[in-house]
């Protein structure tokens, strides 16, 4: 049984371009969130996809978008990119969307912008 | 004031012995709780979740939750160098201006010293 699974693994960006992460849900789950992880910091939740539409945000710019496809995967764009969105970019899946419980992480993206 | 707080640490830990760490939430309202482990430069391992008040053990982890004083713990028994890790709480509550949005603590740094 497939985990969650998250690409590329790495990741090098000049400020001001723009970035596309992406992830594969864990088999049988039908819900993605999208947390950013600064270096000694606890995950930061981005936004959470069900249905193909964002359901619930936290405090991130607009430059911060993403999309859920018809088979649960999900991208996360970056528009802009500044020094600090330099970070550890992390998918969690979750099954049974309408209540969302336990959240497993992929391996996460590790972006640098310099 | 946080809304998940954690002793950073590190909390040293001979092998063998029992770990304790701590966390406290501001949200009345939080209903699930969740332990995290990371390893440095992974992401985030699910190793116990708790929704009633009381203790929850799973092999040699013992997850402890009180609501009323906003407190979950986390016992870590015979502790094993492999322990070594930074612990990560997170709280969420499971309603429609939430949905499962996860929010952390910083993290306690364990150290387990042979």
């Known amino acids: 049984d497939a985990g969650v699974t998250q690409s590329p693994t790495h990741l090098i960006k000049t400020r001001g371009q723009q970035v596309t992460l992406r992830c594969s849900p864990k088999s049988g789950h039908d819900t993605v969130s999208w947390y950013q992880q600064a270096l000694g910091q606890g995950p930061q939740f981005i936004f959470q996809?069900?249905?193909?539409?964002?359901?619930q945000r936290g405090n991130f710019p607009d430059r911060f978008s993403g999309h859920q496809f018809p088979n649960y995967s999900s991208e996360l764009n970056v528009n802009a990119l500044l020094l600090g969105d330099s970070a550890l970019y992390l998918c969690?899946?979750?099954?049974?969307?309408?209540?969302?419980?336990?959240?497993?992480f992929g391996p996460g993206t590790r972006l640098t912008v310099t | 004031q946080k809304e998940v707080e954690q002793n950073s640490g590190p909390l040293s830990v001979p092998e063998g012995a029992i770990a304790s760490l701590n966390c406290t939430y501001s949200?009345?309202?939080?209903?699930?709780f969740f332990w995290y482990r990371q390893y440095s430069g992974k992401s985030p391992e699910l190793i116990m979740f708790i929704y009633s008040n009381g203790d929850k053990e799973d092999g040699r982890f013992t997850a402890q939750l009180n609501k009323a004083s906003q407190y979950v713990s986390l016992l870590i028994r015979d502790s094993q160098p492999s322990d070594s890790a930074t612990y990560l709480c997170a709280v969420t509550r499971m309603t429609t201006d939430s949905w499962g949005k996860l929010q952390f603590g910083a993290g306690t740094q364990v150290v387990v010293t042979p």
């Open positions: 949200d009345r309202g939080s209903q699930s």
């Open positions: 969690a899946s979750s099954g049974t969307g309408g209540m969302t419980y336990e959240q497993y």
């Open positions: 996809y069900y249905e193909e539409e964002e359901r």
